[in-house]
């Protein structure tokens, strides 16, 4: 059983974003998802010093929209649920259901702490754009939190794990990511944890993070009631692939219950370790970890010995990812979408392309369909996967609005088609 994972926030390095902006499609997703979370993305994610991308604001929906934009090149993610790339490429980005049937493939998504949103949305639980949405207002209200009281956090890494336990809670601390692999970190007041490190743990060493904030930790409460606010208005169903949970490692079941707990976690601490023990538990063969990735890998090399491992750093490592995915048959579920609908990324006109292809007929991936016009501006629809066109769901010179079906498209030898999903 194959893991797809999506790292924490820390896990950013600069310019880690640019080559993968060499893909069909991933600029302009990540364009359409800028506005959605009020942060130039690409920027950050090329240009952006390591203190501007350690900005909580900035960097939790820098590693959602990197772990979605990755998943899509490799066909994995929101293909599972019909849906497609989003935004300005005119591709389709939430649940359709009646392109999905029922059922659950055979992967396992997980995420840490932030990387939650991208997991949720790779099993299908949400729409890539309300991923976004959510990390918008969760890295906001969490630097807004974080900048209430100073605090912030310290990993200590070996001693024993119950001395570590009782010496954070002595010094009145909260043990907000307790990551197995003789890893946990503690989070509190700057007064705390300098005292902390006065008197650290028998046998531990103790590095202190470059982050705002205590996370994960009563601190950021009032972060959890904006997020919670906020995730009252999103759409979710039930994941099709076991989908994880940071609270106790448990796979979540239903959407509306991946949604509670996603809000409760922001002020509750990260348990990977139960994660990574669950991983174990269901048979977890092989682990793939989203860029920017390493974090992870490196703790499962620790807990999960004799698995297959692969950090997805760069696009180098593509061919390696997809030979695992093969390798491991996250597709070969009978539940696969049996046709996709493409859906209009803004509100406007609906232009179609000079000689439209009618039903029938099979169009490449990053064939332009057609285009929407607003206000003196325009966004291009086009298929991100060869397909064949079965209707058109609107003409030429038809007004549409954000996220209306435009055309409905058979993938070529779906379920798994190239990349670009």
Avoid: Y
Avoid at 127 to 140: K, N
Avoid at 226 to 248: G, K
Avoid at 323 to 337: G, R
Avoid at 357 to 374: I, K, N, W, Y
Wanted: net charge negative.
């Amino acid at each position: 059983m194959l893991v797809i994972a999506a790292p924490g926030q820390g896990a950013q390095t600069p310019g880690f974003l640019a080559p993968w902006l060499e893909f069909p499609g991933v600029a302009d997703r990540l364009g359409a998802w800028s506005d959605l979370v009020g942060c130039d993305l690409i920027k950050a994610g090329t240009v952006g010093t390591a203190d501007e991308i350690r900005d909580t604001a900035v960097a939790q929906p820098l590693l959602v929209a990197a772990a979605l934009a990755a998943a899509g090149v490799l066909g994995i993610g929101p293909s599972l649920t019909g849906e497609e790339a989003d935004g300005r490429s005119g591709r389709a980005d939430g649940p359709q259901e009646p392109g999905h049937r029922d059922g659950h493939h055979s992967g396992i998504a997980a995420g840490h702490s932030v990387g939650e949103l991208a997991a949720g949305a790779i099993a299908g639980v949400l729409a890539s754009r309300d991923a976004l949405r959510l990390v918008g207002v969760r890295g906001r209200a969490m630097a807004a939190a974080a900048a209430a009281e100073q605090t912030s956090m310290t990993a200590v890494l070996g001693g024993d794990e119950a001395a570590v336990l009782r010496s954070m809670d002595a010094h009145g601390l909260t043990p907000a990511n307790i990551n197995g692999g003789g890893q946990i970190v503690a989070a509190g007041t700057a007064e705390q944890l300098a005292a902390f490190a006065a008197d650290p743990p028998a046998g531990a060493r103790l590095m202190p993070l470059q982050v705002a904030g205590a996370f994960h930790t009563a601190h950021m409460a009032p972060a959890a009631e904006a997020l919670s606010a906020e995730a009252a208005t999103v759409t979710v169903q039930n994941p099709v692939l076991t989908v994880l949970s940071n609270r106790d490692g448990a796979p979540v079941r239903t959407g509306a219950d991946w949604l509670e707990r996603i809000c409760g976690q922001v002020s509750a601490p990260v348990r990977w370790d139960s994660c990574m023990a669950t991983m174990s538990s269901l048979g977890a063969t092989a682990f793939l970890e989203l860029p920017p990735a390493g974090t992870l890998v490196g703790l499962a090399r620790r807990a999960l010995p004799g698995i297959q491992l692969l950090a997805v750093k760069t696009p180098g490592d593509l061919d390696a990812a997809r030979a695992m995915l093969a390798e491991h048959d996250l597709h070969s579920d009978s539940h696969a979408p049996e046709w996709r609908l493409l859906v209009a990324p803004l509100g406007g006109t609906f232009r179609s392309a000079a000689a439209p292809e009618g039903p029938g007929v099979s169009v490449v991936s990053g064939a332009e369909l057609g285009r929407v016009e607003m206000r003196g501006d325009s966004h291009l629809v086009t298929a991100g996967f060869p397909a064949t066109i079965i209707e058109w769901l609107v003409e030429d010179g038809d007004p549409v609005s954000p996220g209306q079906p435009i055309v409905r498209l058979d993938p070529a030898n779906h379920p798994a088609t190239s990349e670009g999903h």
